[in-house]
């Protein structure tokens, strides 16, 4: 008879499949949340750079004419 079906082992082997399948949510979760932190700590990271770093952006100034043109200047 096979012995993984009898009564007292049965109960064992339901066991141990349920823990191995607790221990694999356990083992994701905790790789899910170091992934987390690790991003977490890159962004504060980079955003400290951006704070002291100065602005690589070009300025731009735009001047604007409020001046008519002189075709429709009437009178």
Do not use: C, H
Request: aromatic content about 8%.
């Amino acid at each position: 008879m096979n012995v993984a079906l009898e009564a007292g082992v049965a109960i064992y082997v339901a066991m141990a499949v349920a823990l191995a399948v607790w221990v694999g949510i356990w083992f994701y979760l905790w790789r899910i949340d170091a992934s987390a932190k690790q991003m977490r700590r890159d962004l504060e990271r980079l955003e400290r750079e951006a704070a002291t770093a100065p602005a690589a952006v070009p300025q731009v100034t735009l001047t604007r004419v409020n001046e008519p043109a002189e075709e429709e200047v009437t009178g």
